[in-house]
Antibody, heavy 121, light 110 residues
Framework: QVQLQESGPGLVKPSQTLSLTCTVSGGSISSGGYYWTWVRQHPGKGLEWIGCIYHSGTAYYTPSLKSRTTISIDTTKNQVSLKLNSVTAADTAVYYC?????????????WGQGTLVPVSS | QSVLTQPPSVSGAPGQRVTISCSTSSSNIGIKAVNWYQKLPGAAPKLLIYSNYQRPSGVPDRFSGSKSGTSASLAISGLQSDDEADYYCAAWDDSLSGVVFGGGTKLTVL
């Protein structure tokens, strides 16, 4: 049973870079046709897809965040990372990593527990 | 405003059946498979229905999904208090090469 765990700083200051890591255990990040995704949920709001990456390193981003977002993969550490630049209070959210079943679907069968990242000075 | 439209809330009494709709006018999504997630407060989303009507192992058959054209539905029968949660539909959008979520529907068990 694959497990995902997000980690990162508890607080980020405005204009700084939000950096999160998703560590995958119980399976290789580069096996199968899976892809790895970041999703966030603003307080009291719905789910927002941020972007995804394949073990090849090819990444896709939602247009509204594309200019500020980088998702990378480290197959040696079995980790996926998210970097979001120039954050503001509007980026305060719970950030989740998830495993996508295959490209072209919205099937996420495994999720991390999520990590709340407040953006505040 | 999400390209997938869900009602903000639905409610039902224990034992009853409720349905949650998910519709789109987008041609990029209209023919795509729809998936449903259950989101409890403080918990990660849980895959409830995938590929319009398939249930992952462990999901009770009280939960069922359907899709017709550009609309999909999640039905929950035999409502239980534990079903009180937010429910989201999700689909792949070719124009984004990414995923769109519906705005979410809050289910209240009366």
């Amino acid at each position: 049973q694959v497990q995902l765990q997000e980690s990162g700083p508890g607080l980020v200051k405005p204009s700084q870079t939000l950096s999160l890591t998703c560590t995958v255990s119980g399976g290789s990040i580069s096996s199968g046709g899976y892809y790895w995704t970041w999703v966030r949920q603003h307080p009291g709001k719905g789910l927002e897809w941020i972007g995804c990456i394949y073990h090849s390193g090819t990444a896709y981003y939602t247009p509204s965040l594309k200019s500020r977002t980088t998702i990378s993969i480290d197959t040696t550490k079995n980790q996926v990372s998210l970097k979001l630049n120039s954050v503001t209070a509007a980026d305060t959210a719970v950030y989740y990593c998830a495993r996508g079943y295959s490209y072209g679907t919205a099937i996420y069968d495994s999720w991390g527990q999520g990590t709340l990242v407040p953006v505040s000075s | 405003q999400s390209v997938l439209t869900q009602p903000p809330s639905v409610s039902g009494a224990p034992g009853q059946r409720v349905t949650i709709s998910c519709s789109t006018s987008s041609s990029n999504i209209g023919i795509k498979a729809v998936n449903w997630y259950q989101k409890l407060p403080g918990a990660a989303p849980k895959l409830l229905i995938y590929s319009n009507y398939q249930r992952p192992s462990g999901v009770p058959d009280r939960f069922s999904g359907s899709k017709s054209g550009t609309s999909a539905s999640l039905a929950i029968s035999g409502l239980q208090s534990d079903d009180e949660a937010d429910y989201y539909c999700a689909a792949w959008d070719d124009s984004l090469s990414g995923v769109v979520f519906g705005g979410g529907t809050k289910l209240t068990v009366l």
